[in-house]
Structure formats: structure tokens, C-alpha cells
């Protein structure tokens, strides 16, 4: 059974934006890579994948720098550079998932938004656009290619220029909490915000930017446990899970 566009009906997103941690590919409270965490993230993939939603990936480099953090940490480094540093260790990561995906047997594409030729293609849109209707899991690496911002902002600025249905935001723990549930055992988790209540309770979702982009051009945010394996195919079919960021009903 499909939609008039050849979607699967069951399918709640036709095209999403899966925003992932550098940390996500790192050993729970390390730093690096971790070959078995990329590898159960890119089956988890793999299999979303298979449930036929197109799927363009954002990773962030926070498992080997944050810019922010690290000119803070020595004086000598610009702080533009520093982040030009975080842009690159998002390269980093996305070979790494590039690879991983791969060796299941799922075509990917690796884009770019600075220049890195040798290893990844360029970000062009219309080009991102065409792999994901070929059915190509498209991997955005470094951001918008711009210092100063996040991946985050990254994933909601994609979500816009790519026309995605959701940013879906996978963590390690199951959706936005009143309170940091690992010190707080008695946080209460949400499960629908406005954007402007994740604002308003200063909710460490995402930053302000990637939230403000999101609510002004009604993108939703689905924040979700990556986890419990098969949640990021439950996320993409839609089986309620995590907080739902937006304005219609979860
Ligand atoms: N970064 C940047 N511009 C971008 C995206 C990322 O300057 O468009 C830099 C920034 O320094 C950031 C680092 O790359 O801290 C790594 O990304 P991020 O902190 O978003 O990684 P995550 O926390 O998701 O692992």
C-alpha cells in the first residue's frame, strides 16, 4: 500500500533529518570512535532505512572537539579556528558511519560543507535532493561550514533547505526532561513541548538557533533514546516514542 508519491503509507515521515551526537559514536562517557556503537547506529539506520523513509544524516564532532570548548582551553587557538577543528572531526565521524553503512550493504553519500574533495562530495542541494530519491542514505558533514554554530543548527538549517518532514534528534535518554534525568531520578519526562516552552523552560533540547529556526518555519523535533535498539526505525514509522516538539499533537 503506498501514498500517491510511492511513499508507504505507514510511513509517518517521507524524508527526516537524523541529528546524532559526535558522542553517539563514542563508548558511553569516552572520547573517539567506538567501532561497535557505529556499527549498531548504522544497522539501526540501515533498517529505518529499509522502512522506505529517505534519511539524511547530521553527526556532530563532539566525541573529538567542540570549538567553543576548546579555544577556551588554549588561549593561542582563534576561537574560528577552533571551530573550523569541530567542522572537521564532524568529517571525521561521518566517514566512520560512511564506512559502517556501507559494509551492510546501504548506499550512502557523504556531503560536505567545506572543502574536503579527496573524501567527501560537495554540499549542493539539488544534488543531496537527487541521492535521497535514489534511495542513498546522505551523510552531512561539517555543519553549514560556517564557524560559531552547531550541529544542530546544522540539522535544522538542512531540514529547511531539504524539505524534511521532522529533525529527529537521537540521545541517550528517552526525550526532554523537566530536569537532567541521570542526576535527577525524579525529572519528569514531556511528552509534547511547544517551541516556545522548550524557549521559555531554558529545555537543553538544541540550541536557541536550531529551536527558532525550527518554530519559525514549523519544522518538527522528534527527541528520542537511539539507545534502545529499533527506536530509530520507531521514530521514522512514527510509533510514539520520545517528545514530540511542535505545534500539532504528538
Ligand atoms: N561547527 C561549526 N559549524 C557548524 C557545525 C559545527 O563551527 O556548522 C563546529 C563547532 O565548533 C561545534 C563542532 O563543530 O562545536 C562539533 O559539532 P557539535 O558541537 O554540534 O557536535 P555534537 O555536540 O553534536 O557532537
Same mark, same amino acid.
Given at each position: 500500500m503506498t501514498d500517491p508519491d510511492g511513499s508507504p503509507a505507514s510511513l509517518r515521515f517521507r524524508r527526516v533529518i537524523l541529528k546524532l551526537s559526535?558522542? $553517539?559514536?563514542?563508548? $558511553?562517557?569516552?572520547?573517539g570512535i567506538s567501532g561497535e556503537e557505529v556499527a549498531g547506529i548504522a544497522k539501526q539506520i540501515m533498517q529505518a532505512h529499509a522502512s522506505g523513509c529517505q534519511i539524511a544524516v547530521v553527526i556532530g564532532g563532539g566525541n573529538i572537539l567542540r570549538g567553543a570548548q576548546f579555544s577556551g582551553m588554549h588561549a593561542m587557538i582563534h576561537e574560528a579556528t577552533a571551530h573550523y577543528m569541530g567542522m572537521m572531526a564532524t568529517v571525521i565521524n561521518s566517514m566512520a558511519m560512511q564506512d559502517a553503512l556501507e559494509s551492510l550493504g546501504c548506499n550512502t553519500r557523504v556531503m560536505s560543507a567545506i572543502e574536503v574533495d579527496t573524501v567527501a562530495e560537495p554540499f549542493i542541494r539539488r544534488r543531496a535532493l537527487r541521492h535521497l530519491e535514489k534511495g542513498r542514505v546522505v551523510i552531512l558533514a561539517a555543519g553549514i561550514g560556517r564557524p560559531f554554530v552547531t550541529t544542530d543548527t546544522a540539522a535544522a538549517q538542512r531540514a529547511l533547505e531539504l524539505g524534511a518532514d521532522a529533525v529527529l534528534k537521537a540521545t541517550r535518554v528517552d526525550g526532554v526532561f523537566s530536569e537532567d534525568p541521570e542526576k535527577n531520578p525524579h525529572a519528569v519526562l514531556y511528552d509534547s513541548l511547544t517551541y516556545n516552552e522548550v524557549i521559555e523552560k531554558n529545555l537543553r533540547v538544541m540550541d536557541a538557533t536550531a529551536i527558532a529556526l525550527c518554530r519559525e518555519h514549523q519544522v518538527p523535533i522528534l527527541v528520542f533514546n537511539f539507545k534502545h535498539d529499533g527506536n530509530i526505525v520507531r521514530a521514522v514509522t512514527g510509533e510514539g516514542l520520545g517528545t514530540w516538539i511542535g505545534t500539532r499533537p504528538h
Open positions: 559526535g558522542e $553517539s559514536l563514542a563508548d $558511553s562517557g569516552q572520547r
